[in-house]
């Protein structure tokens, strides 16, 4: 049986960070984040066993895993995604994919315009109401203006905590979709100029 009330693990690698959390109910057991560009994937495992350690649980304990799907850093997105999906395997629980915008606007009244960093002098836009929210896309900072009504961002950063809670509110939904990654935007990897070598039978 799992312990009452439940626990959360929640971690993101969207951006240039590893972040995770232990959620237990409404309490924030333990919160970690670590500024990194490089290195997420080698990182991230450890830094869960030391946020399940920190908050004297086991991963047989968790209830259910969180993940940020970005938008964000292509590779770091499917680092976090695939480490959520193969946790979900392998404990038989739920994991739930949470987007930036939604987390960064946890607490914000709807409908709002929710920003978030994309570079380049871009931000990614999603607007969320009470029943949906909008496709996202992509737009120039230049064009976001301070008088928009009810806008948050835009962020760099995403809150772990904010993931958790999510998570918390909709782990139980049966019809809950796999985390699957948030891509507003092609990648920035071209193809390479050279032919492909010819693999020999």
């Given amino acids: 049986m799992k312990p009452e009330p439940p626990l959360i693990l929640a971690f993101d690698t969207s951006v240039a960070h590893v972040a995770a959390a232990l959620l237990s109910g409404n309490t924030v057991l333990v919160e970690k984040a670590e500024a990194m560009a490089k290195g997420q994937a080698e990182r991230l495992f450890p830094l869960l066993e030391e946020v399940l350690a920190e908050g004297g649980i086991t991963w047989s304990d968790l209830t259910a895993i969180g993940v940020g799907i970005g ?31 939604e987390a960064q606007a946890i607490d914000a009244p709807r409908p709002v315009l929710s920003l978030v960093d994309a570079r380049r002098d871009q931000v990614f836009v999603q607007e969320l109401t009470d029943s949906a929210a909008m496709p996202p896309h992509v737009m120039a900072k230049a064009e976001i203006t301070n008088t928009a009504a009810n806008t948050i961002g835009p962020s760099d950063t995403v809150s772990a905590v904010a993931v958790a809670c999510i998570t918390a509110t909709r782990y139980t939904d049966p019809t809950q979709p796999r985390p699957s990654p948030l891509y507003v935007r092609a990648p920035d990897a071209a193809p390479p100029r050279d032919p492909a070598p010819v693999i020999l039978p």
């Fill in 71 to 101: 938008p964000g850093n292509f590779t770091g997105i499917r680092i976090s995604v695939s480490a959520a999906r193969g946790l979900a395997l392998s404990l038989n629980i739920p994991a739930v994919g949470v987007s930036s915008f």
